[in-house]
């Protein structure tokens, strides 16, 4: 190797290293670790209306659900034969969860009882549920978006993205859906899947989208970078964030003072972030791998995450 090359790497690395790999002194330390809660890798996190429940999505299709705040292990749902992309709570006893396969299933926690399956027309990559319109949307890997009836799984609408859906976001009030895609699509649907208005394109694609609670601001990322668009004004902006990788995963706060983010590819670490400056306010203990989701509880008194390290962990936002 030239002496440059050498050169540049001696620059490099402690930056590399001292930001990626080095556990930095934590400000939260999590209330709950649950070590191997998944051994294959956890990706997704979703906790239940109440706040009393908290489902994890495994890599190979399992599904845990937890007591809220001890993450005592209720039940285990292995229905699913590839990873769950996108899991929702219809109540405090009915989840539906889609997967890499493009299956749907509808089921009861309690009894492990599945009430509805769906094959839909490729993976599903998002879900989201709209509890006042009765109405569940899924995002999938050939770029449609799907719109039924939590009842009966009937359909209601569709949408063409034109590219894979990356994430799927709804307004509090359900009037309006975010969907983000590849080549740096985001757009606008209103409830019925027609389309509202696209936004400005971000510089890499939207991997996870999330709205503001008063709707105004929709947020997401990539690589070292955070978006924000500014919805009334139509301003976006893009905010160098502290993620040494990808802010992969994001949350907003019940009352909007924060927004949670957890780094993926080369970073694991948790902030939560002023969503007015996208600067860090405050450091969460890092996962030991990369982070996969992270997610406020209803009250914003929890914060739950995943990574590939398998863990799921619980912080208490009510702490000093």
């Known amino acids: 190797m ?6 540049l790497l001696a620059l ?137 009836s939590p009842k009966d799984f009937k359909p209601l609408a569709e949408y063409e993205a034109g590219a894979r859906v990356l994430s799927m976001a709804a307004t509090r009030t359900e009037d309006m859906i975010a969907v983000s895609g590849l080549k740096c699509r985001v757009i606008l649907l209103d409830p019925r899947l027609a389309p509202v208005r696209p936004l400005s394109p971000p510089p890499l694609d939207a991997v996870e989208l999330a709205f503001s609670p008063d709707g105004k601001q929709l947020a997401a990322g990539n690589w070292f970078k955070l978006f924000f668009w500014d919805l009334p004004s139509d301003a976006f902006k893009v905010v160098k964030s502290d993620h040494f990788g990808v802010p992969f995963s994001m949350d907003y706060s019940p009352d909007g003072r924060f927004l949670a983010t957890i780094g993926r590819h080369t970073d694991s670490e948790i902030y939560l972030v002023d969503p007015r400056s996208g600067k860090s306010l405050r450091h969460l203990q890092r996962h030991d791998l990369c982070g996969a989701s992270v997610r406020f509880s209803p009250k914003g008194d929890f914060l739950a995450s995943v990574g590939d ?9 009510t702490a000093p």
Not at 2 to 7: D, G, T, V, W
Not at 84 to 91: E, N, Y
Not at 309 to 317: A, E, F, I, P
């Open 12 to 148: 490099i690395l402690p930056g590399l290293l001292g930001t990626a790999c080095v556990n930095m002194e934590p400000a939260h330390s999590p209330l709950i670790v649950v070590a191997q809660a998944h051994l294959d890798g956890s990706k997704k996190v979703a906790f239940s209306p109440s706040g009393k429940y908290l489902a994890s999505t495994g890599l190979w299709g399992e599904i845990k659900i937890w007591s809220v705040p001890k993450l005592e292990p209720l039940q285990t749902f292995t229905r699913h034969r590839d990873t769950p992309r996108g899991i929702v709570w219809l109540d405090e006893a009915t989840l539906v969860s889609g997967d890499d396969d493009g299956k749907i299933f509808c089921w009861r926690f309690e009894d492990n009882r599945v009430s509805l399956d769906r094959n839909t027309s490729s993976g599903v990559t998002a879900l989201i549920f709209l509890p006042r319109r009765k109405m569940l949307i899924s995002g999938h890997a050939d770029g449609r978006v799907h719109a039924f």
């Open 309 to 317: 390290d398998g863990s799921v962990r619980l912080y208490d936002m």
């Open 2 to 7: 030239k002496k440059s090359h050498l050169s």
